[in-house]
């Protein structure tokens, strides 16, 4: 505990040019849905609107979507709303559902996958703020919140996987081969 004589700096002074940030992934046309790979990803809080200090993003992931294993320099925290998923930490998996969140420290190997029939929903917070612009960047834009990426044969593919490992370093992401 802090000694109660330690003097702390004030905190500075309210910044009126931030605005308060509210949204609604399920009204179409207010957020970007992207597509990625057969999981659909809404960028509800872009780090724009936190001067970087994170993101947030709602995820739908169908049975047997997610991404492949992968490590970034920064935290991740899931928070799984319905479903679940597989999660795989250094190797290790362990199965997360509706109500539970797990938070990835960053550099660490993972992945998640839904292992289960049913879709999942996931709230995806990033801290530091950058993911959300990997995603715009590599994935498509679709409808909604849940509907799905176009499928990608095997040239399309091939041609979106050189695509995303090209973009990872910028965006401080190693893409892993998987297990």
Known sequence: MPDPQTQYPPLPPDDLNRTLTSANPDHEGKLPHIGLVGDTYTIT????????????????????????????????????????????????????????????????????????????????????????????????????RTTAPPKLDDKEMAAFLEKAKALAPKYHTELLKEA
């Open 45 to 144: 809080v872009d780090g724009d609107d936190t001067n970087g200090r994170f993101c947030v993003v709602d995820m739908h992931i169908p049975a047997g979507g997610g991404p492949g294993p992968h490590r970034h320099d920064f935290e991740e925290t899931f928070i799984v709303l319905d479903g679940e998923i597989e999660a795989t930490f250094r190797g290790k998996k362990s199965v997360v559902g509706a109500g539970e969140t797990v938070n990835i420290p960053a550099n660490a190997p993972h992945q998640f996958h839904n292992a289960s029939a049913n879709p999942a929903r996931l709230i995806c917070i990033c801290s530091p703020a950058g993911q959300e612009k990997f995603f715009l960047e590599v994935g498509v834009p679709v409808a909604t």
